[in-house]
């Protein structure tokens, strides 16, 4: 690789979020921007207001379903598709964070750079999977950068929630999940597991379920929680009903038959994060990396330059170091906010 085509010569830092110079876009910028490329829909990525949006058909119909077209111009653009954008060439690929979550590969006078959003490596039977594409600059997130986070098998944590179920089948078992990604990939592996019952939504699921299966991922019966269940003496024992995490240790939640929380979430892996969320039963189903998925990912790209958008940077810099590889911390402010990187709020 010629010094003079190395990504950091045509990317750029700014406060907006990384912005390709030949391009003239941002990718997933915190501020409106003039042409934004976003990896995904969740709400820290995928922000109103731009000009233009290009993204995946999925994450398109994902940011329309949230805040409608406002003023914006969307352009759909599938996963493995290039298109040249000021003599860059840029193709979206599978990131396995939620449905239509990618990656931004763009090359450049024989430089590759490559963003990866968020991502995970466990299967999602909700998304395509990371597909790992070798580069000199890789992009990535650090939420869970820390040897203490690995996550177990999510087939595991599931099966904890059906043992539940059958030990206190008078309870509704009320599962804190993000709206977009954690609620369908929960209902996925729920129906992996031969969970056949219908399962329960709160009102504030139901847009971006329906937008799963239009989408050709199905999810089994789904039914919004009944009004009935709300009033006295509660109701839904034995079922599974799935809320936002804000709502778990509400009113609404406290309506339904002796209801036992529990929250899917990478944080769970911190007792006193699932005790401040009033979370009986944590399960530790994340959509991120945990390190060891975090470093073997760094290591089969096998750029020697690692990007850290946000998230604990200061551990990874250090172990890619040991392997000859140079981290570099962007702290990028705005990203790691909000839905899916939160833990479960009190
Ligand atoms: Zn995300
Ligand atoms: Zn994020």
Not at 224 to 240: F, I, T, Y
Not at 267 to 273: A, D, G, L, P, Y
Request: a negative charge; hydrophobic letters at 45%; one cysteine or more.
């Amino acid at each position: 690789m010629a010094e003079l085509n190395h990504p950091t010569r045509w990317i750029a830092a700014k406060p907006e979020g990384l912005y390709c110079i030949p391009g003239g876009f941002y990718i997933d910028p915190v501020r409106p921007v003039e042409r934004a490329v976003i990896t995904h829909g969740h709400a820290d990525h995928a922000r109103a207001g731009h000009g233009a949006v290009l993204a995946t058909p999925e994450t398109v119909a994902i940011m329309k379903a949230r805040f409608g077209e406002g003023g914006t111009s969307f352009q759909a653009l599938p996963y493995g598709q290039t298109i040249g954008l000021g003599g860059v060439s840029l193709r979206l690929v599978p990131a396995g964070h939620v449905l239509g979550s990618a990656q931004v590969v763009l090359e450049y006078g024989g430089g590759r750079f490559v963003a990866s959003g968020d991502y995970k490596r466990q299967p999602d039977p909700t998304c395509a999977p990371f597909e790992v594409v070798p580069c000199d600059v890789f992009v990535t997130e650090a939420t869970f950068a820390l040897p203490v986070f690995r996550h177990p098998a999510p087939e595991g944590e599931i099966a904890r929630l059906l043992a539940s179920l059958e030990l206190f089948p008078e309870r509704a078992h009320v599962v804190g999940a993000y709206a977009l990604g954690k609620a369908q990939r929960l209902i996925a592996l729920l129906r992996q597991a031969g969970w056949d019952r219908p399962v329960y939504l709160h009102g504030a699921l139901q847009t971006l379920c329906s937008l799963y299966e239009a989408h050709g991922v199905p999810l089994g019966e789904l039914r919004p929680v009944p009004p009935a269940a709300r009033g006295s003496g509660g109701g839904l024992g034995g079922e599974v009903v799935l809320a936002p995490p804000s709502s778990l240790a509400t009113a609404w939640a406290r309506r339904l038959a002796e209801p036992l929380t529990a929250a899917a979430s990478g944080w769970m892996r911190v007792r006193q994060r699932a005790r401040q969320g009033g979370v009986e039963l944590p399960l530790i189903i994340s959509d991120h990396v945990d390190w060891p998925a975090l470093n073997a990912t760094i290591d089969e790209v096998g750029a020697p330059e690692v990007w850290i958008t946000h998230g604990r940077d200061d551990a990874l810099i250090h172990a890619l170091a040991q392997r000859g590889i140079q981290g570099r911390a962007l702290a990028l402010i705005g990203l790691g906010e909000g839905e899916d990187e939160e833990p479960a709020a009190a």
